[in-house]
Each structure stands twice: as structure tokens, then as C-alpha cells.
């Protein structure tokens, strides 16, 4: 089983940029469907978006499409989260998460058996 390690958080101003990152350990990562999921205090945690294990399919939460991007280079064993233009709104605990599905994506945070820590995203002036 792989383990999981974000990073790229940080305090951001409204309208601003930042690119998450995922690290994986193992020699298995290219099996694992990816997904990113935040939680901003008192609430749920939200589904951001999911990559297909090869990288060729993406799905983002609602709303988000256009302002963020998730990608994946397998032979780093790292996912990206690309943000822009971002909110107050966006404010929370970015984490990453992957389970070994092949050809499909998982949208589910009860789908994922290996989550991240998670990393601060702050926007605030």
C-alpha cells in the first residue's frame, strides 16, 4: 500500500494561485485512482476532483471545473492540484487521497483507503 504526503499549502490573497502536490511511496502508484477532498471547519468534507489511475479521465466537484485542475505524472509518483482565482469559499484542509481502481474513477470519499494528512489552504487578505 502506498502512503500519501501533501504539500503547496499556504496563505493565498483572493484571486490568487497555488498548486497542491501529492507524494506517494510504493512502486504501485500508477494502479491507484487519485482524488483530492477538502474540509473547511464545521463542515462536511467535499469532493474536489479525481483522476483516473493512467491520468486519462478527470472529474471535478461542483463548480469547480475552470478554477481547478488536477493532474498526474506517474513516473514521480505525484498528483497536482492547480488552483486559480481563488476565494475565501476555498478556505480548508486539502487532502489526497487514492484507491487501486483500474479505468474508472472514484468520487466518493468512502471509495479511498489511503488518504494524506492534508495541507492549510488559507485565502484571506
Known amino acids: 500500500q502506498i502512503q500519501l504526503v501533501e504539500s503547496g499549502g499556504g496563505l493565498v490573497q483572493p484571486g490568487g494561485s497555488l498548486r497542491l502536490t501529492c507524494t506517494a511511496s510504493g512502486r504501485t502508484f500508477s494502479s491507484y485512482a487519485m482524488g483530492w477532498f477538502r474540509q473547511a471547519p464545521g463542515k462536511e468534507r467535499e469532493f474536489v476532483a479525481a483522476?483516473?489511475?493512467?491520468?486519462?479521465?478527470?472529474y471535478y466537484g461542483d463548480d469547480l471545473e475552470g478554477r481547478f485542475t488536477i493532474s498526474r505524472d506517474n513516473a514521480k509518483n505525484t498528483v497536482y492540484l492547480e488552483m486559480k482565482d481563488l476565494n475565501r469559499a476555498d478556505t480548508a484542509v486539502y487532502s489526497c487521497?487514492?484507491?487501486?481502481?483500474?479505468?474508472?474513477?472514484?468520487?466518493?470519499?468512502?471509495?479511498?483507503?489511503?488518504w494524506g494528512r492534508g495541507t492549510q489552504v488559507t485565502v484571506s487578505s
Open positions: 487521497a487514492g484507491v487501486i481502481i483500474q479505468y474508472s474513477l472514484a468520487l466518493h470519499d468512502y471509495e479511498y483507503d489511503t
Open positions: 483522476i483516473s489511475a493512467s491520468g486519462h479521465s478527470t
